[in-house]
């Protein structure tokens, strides 16, 4: 990856970002090649889904309408740090034993997954209570987003988090890891947590789940605040950096 980034700064006229974050890491790796990557323009990813299903529960035959569960999205691969959340949830399954949701991990498995879906079946404090999905379709995670609790998304590192927004999207809470890109997304309306530390995760998660009306209060939160973006914003937004730029040649 660091080849491909040293070889394409010396070649582009135009560069674009995805967040702050990412702008700054290959500027910074850009000035030691003698490259002046100050210029690149920051976009904002959209977060809408292209076909976004009702409630009907015809669109996911593996839980029922009503059925509790917490939700985590993202490649199973150990910069995603899964791991993190099955630590938490045997933590979880100690304080409050019977009492806890299901936690669904949504995600092709990737490079180096901790072999999460050999924990899971092997555990018996997460065994019957995690399930790993690795082949939903775009229409079953749109209406996994729209039916869970809250989302978990606890990451090391990010070029932007896209997950978290698509939460925030579907009008739900998201715990998100509190570095790189992350921090960006929606800061007043995402809850943050350390990626280094379990308890802090366990924590976290158990506030919503326990504490009376916090839950509640942050979904409506959400659903009131957060100020989506389409796609085709952030098409048009590229479109007219490059025509500006081309113009102004």
């Keep these: 990856m660091g080849n491909w980034v040293d070889q394409t700064v010396t070649l582009c006229d135009q560069s674009f970002s995805i967040s702050e974050c990412t702008k700054k890491d290959i500027v910074l790796r850009s000035n030691k090649l003698g490259v002046d990557m100050s210029g690149m323009q920051v976009i904002r990813l ?3 889904f292209v076909a976004s299903p009702s409630d009907n529960a015809e669109y996911c035959k593996r839980y029922t309408q009503g059925e509790r569960f917490i939700l985590c999205v993202g490649t199973l ?16 399954s100690q304080r409050h034993p019977s009492l806890l949701p299901k936690l669904v991990l ?9 072999e999460v879906a050999f924990q899971v079946a092997n555990d018996r404090d997460l065994n019957g209570l995690v399930d790993v999905i690795t082949d939903a379709s775009d229409i079953e995670l749109s209406w996994l987003y729209s039916n869970c609790l ?4 606890p990451a090391l590192y990010e070029g932007w988090g ?10 739900k809470p998201c715990i998100s890891s509190n570095s790189s890109s992350m921090v960006e997304i929606a800061p007043e309306l995402t809850i943050f947590a ?28 959400v ?27």
């Design 106 to 114: 949504v995600g092709r498995k990737g490079w180096i997954d901790s």
């Design 162 to 171: 896209l997950p978290i927004a698509e939460s925030l999207w579907h009008g």
């Design 77 to 92: 691969e150990i910069r995603k740090n899964q791991v993190a959340l099955l630590h938490a949830y045997r933590i979880l």
């Design 46 to 48: 959209g977060d809408d």
């Design 150 to 153: 809250f989302t978990l998304f």
């Design 194 to 221: 350390s990626p280094y530390s379990v308890e802090n995760w366990a924590d976290q998660i158990e506030a919503l789940l326990f504490e009376p009306g916090k839950l509640a209060e942050q979904t409506e939160k």
């Design 223 to 249: 659903i009131r605040e957060y100020v989506p973006t389409e796609w085709r914003d952030t098409a048009a937004t590229i479109k007219d950096m490059i025509l500006k730029s081309v113009q102004s040649e």
